[in-house]
């Protein structure tokens, strides 16, 4: 057990609906990331947070968005949703987000749009 | 940009078998390098890491080697276990220092 918690642990929803992704850090860790990984595209990173503030994006589309909170639980937001944004959303938590911290990752979220 | 290739799997390998997967990465600098796994239904774990050439990350009886000079990051391990059976990802901290970067993963199967 990682100490990062995801709810829910699946999620079935049709194309065109809007769900949320809902991500707890461990405790004390700022950093919040979430990753997405999908059979074609593999792992790749969406965004980051730390402390409230949007520290870094990746390979996030428009139709998605996230946030942090004040006690620093993180939602990912997913709009309009299409067939192709079906994958397992993964977010992961470290104490800053420093090149060498070990970033621990909650057991995920997979989705499937229908 | 940054970039990691692993070689491709799936691996499979009878009990006690030697266990290498490869990795190589493309980066400017130093970045940090690690090896996650990931077990059936689950989320991903750190395996091992190394933060500078030439450091030796293991755990488990797993080994890493940072060769700056190779851009390489391989796993070995001496003697697998039914329960090593999983996928491994090699993963590096980018240059802008924002995320992980991860290889497309290698799936490892061993039997008894």
């Known amino acids: 057990d990682s100490g990062v918690t995801q709810t829910p642990k699946h999620l079935i929803t049709a194309t065109g609906q809007r769900v949320t992704l809902r991500c707890s850090p461990r405790?004390?860790?700022?950093?919040v990331y979430w990753y997405q990984q999908s059979l074609d595209q593999g792992l790749q990173f969406l965004i980051q947070?730390?402390?409230?503030?949007?520290?870094a994006k990746g390979n996030i589309l428009e139709r998605f968005s996230a946030q942090q909170f004040p006690d620093l639980h993180s939602e990912l937001n997913l709009s309009s949703l299409e067939l192709g944004d079906s994958a397992l959303y993964f977010c992961?938590?470290?104490?800053?987000?420093?090149?060498?911290?070990?970033?621990?990752f909650g057991p995920g979220t997979r989705l499937t749009v229908l | 940009g940054d970039s990691v290739t692993q070689m491709e799997g799936p691996v499979t390998l009878s009990e006690e078998a030697f266990l290498t997967i490869n990795c190589t990465y493309t980066?400017?600098?130093?970045?940090?390098l690690f090896w996650y796994v990931q077990y059936p239904g689950e989320g991903l774990q750190l395996l091992l890491k190394?933060?500078?050439?030439?450091d030796k990350g293991s755990n488990k009886g797993f080994e890493a080697t940072y060769r700056k000079e190779t851009t390489s990051f391989h796993l070995e391990k001496g003697s697998v276990q039914v329960s090593d059976s999983a996928v491994y990802f090699c993963?590096?901290?980018?240059?802008?220092?924002?995320?992980?970067?991860f290889g497309k993963g290698t799936t490892l199967s061993v039997s008894s």
């Open positions: 992961a938590s470290t104490v800053v987000g420093g090149r060498a911290d070990t970033q621990y």
């Open positions: 405790s004390g860790d700022l950093s």
């Open positions: 947070y730390y402390n409230g503030e949007e520290r």
């Open positions: 980066a400017t600098g130093y970045p940090s």
């Open positions: 190394a933060t500078k050439a030439d």
């Open positions: 993963a590096l901290f980018n240059q802008a220092g924002t995320a992980l970067i």
